[in-house]
């Protein structure tokens, strides 16, 4: 697990002050290409880490920076407990609950107690109270193939139903909203996708390695929708149902109308998963325009109706 590995190479560098990448992989069994991401993890943390090369070489905390041996505060290590927290509530693993409890046999005895009550004082639990069956062990086969380095085969069936299968290069786990993706390099499109993991079957780590590329993370952060597919609408919406429209869109799209109801302005494509999420709404939504919007619904109504009035 990354984060124990980044927790123990600064205690060894407190320790020993200097040592070299490659001891520091033959510890934790990983390349050396992989330190030195830890390594930049840790600059990232706030730690100045430097690397020699050469004789006599190899990272070291640098020296002018003051630090004590007692790196970590009580509430440094609360923030840490709480972090490990939300991904142990998320990412189930074995490897987390002795993360833990090395972070806490950081903490004198007689502060056990409060630190305990400070871990519990917050909790972020992003997984449904019903998860899909079988989300966890996807999970499991993906971090694995992430782990080693290899390269990850699936069935995926799209958004709009096509179905086919995908060799990628697994880069990154996401959990955004209430549900989970994985970002990679797409070998099928030659280019880095987002693939959600409820759409993927039949997950399998292949015995191939692949060679870490440049990951597009801003990119993939925010991807980008063409000035053509998004178009204005307008929503009547009812006050139980304002909560979810703000999550969505902000708070700055609406304007209350009479008690109870209120406009929403947003954006959305004209397509059927717009309108089913709209739908969704039941009879709290009502689309005003644009027409176009509203003749896809009306189709789609009409279609669910004959399935009823039989």
Request: aromatic share 8%.
């Amino acid at each position: 697990m990354k984060i124990d590995r980044l927790i123990a190479i600064i205690m060894i560098l407190l320790e020993r002050e200097k040592v070299t990448a490659k001891d520091l992989a033959k510890m934790f069994e990983v390349s050396t290409r992989t330190i030195y991401r830890d390594l930049e993890s840790i600059n990232q943390a706030g730690i100045p880490v430097v690397a020699t090369s050469g004789p006599g070489g190899g990272a070291e905390i640098l020296k002018t920076y003051k630090i004590e041996k007692r790196l970590f505060s009580t509430s440094d290590i609360t923030t840490l407990l709480m972090g490990l927290a939300t991904i142990q509530s998320n990412i189930p693993s074995g490897e987390i609950i002795g993360t833990l409890a090395k972070v806490k046999g950081l903490v004198p005895p007689e502060k056990q107690k409060e630190l305990s009550f400070r871990v519990n004082q917050i909790k972020i639990d992003a997984t449904p109270w019903l998860q899909a069956e079988g989300l966890s062990q996807r999970i499991e086969t993906i971090k694995t193939a992430m782990e080693q380095q290899h390269l990850l085969h699936f069935d995926y069936r799209n958004l709009r139903n096509q179905k086919g299968s995908r060799t990628i290069e697994p880069y990154r786990l996401l959990l955004k909203g209430e549900d989970w993706y994985i970002q990679g390099y797409c070998l099928t499109r030659n280019d880095f996708r987002t693939f959600k993991l409820l759409r993927m079957n039949n997950i399998r780590v292949l015995e191939q390695a692949f060679e870490i590329r440049n990951f597009p993370a801003d990119r993939l952060n925010n991807p980008s929708f063409s000035d053509q597919r998004l178009v204005a609408a307008k929503l009547r919406i009812h006050e139980d149902i304002r909560d979810m429209i703000v999550a969505r869109f902000g708070e700055d799209c609406l304007t209350p109308e009479e008690e109870e109801y209120y406009l929403a302005e947003i954006h959305l494509p004209i397509d059927d998963l717009a309108c089913r999420y709209l739908m969704g709404f039941g009879n709290k939504c009502v689309c005003l325009e644009p027409e176009a919007m509203r003749a896809k619904m009306r189709t789609l109504s009409e279609e669910i109706n004959r399935y009823y009035s039989t």
